[in-house]
Nanobody, 126 residues
Framework: QVQLLESGGGSVQAGGSLRLSCTAS????????MGWFRQASGKEREFVAV????????YYSDSVKGRFTISRDNAKNTLYLQMSSLKPEDTAVYYC???????????????????WGQGTQVTVSS
């Protein structure tokens, strides 16, 4: 079992930045691929980014590529999502997720991930 806890959400104006964190406990964090998903009100959960457990692979959705950066610190059992140039359409609840593979396949499919956090709200105002 892996327990995940997100933090760092909040309200920010368009063009601003936020950094989300996801702290893991339980089984060995360093052996899990870690991803971020988001779900806006009334919409389906969508893939944001994923990073392999060995740091070698990371992928982003087209909507956040160039603005968001996923990273991890295995020594601290923590996953990060640095979000810059935020837009109102980035408003959503953000979830971190874990899968015990190098990179889930397909990585954008939420069903591939075994463990989820409870989510943190990000609100971007125009």
């Amino acid at each position: 079992q892996v327990q995940l806890l997100e933090s760092g959400g909040g309200s920010v104006q368009a063009g601003g930045s936020l950094r989300l964190s996801c702290t893991a406990s339980g089984r060995t964090f360093s052996r899990y691929a870690m991803g971020w998903f988001r779900q806006a009100s009334g919409k389906e959960r969508e893939f944001v980014a994923v990073i392999s457990w060995d740091f070698k692979w990371s992928y982003y959705s087209d909507s956040v590529k160039g603005r968001f950066t996923i990273s991890r610190d295995n020594a601290k059992n923590t996953l990060y999502l640095q979000m810059s140039s935020l837009k109102p359409e980035d408003t959503a609840v953000y979830y971190c997720a874990a899968d015990d593979s190098l990179v889930p396949s397909p990585y954008s499919d939420s069903a591939q991930y075994d463990y989820w956090g409870q989510g943190t709200q990000v609100t971007v105002s125009s």
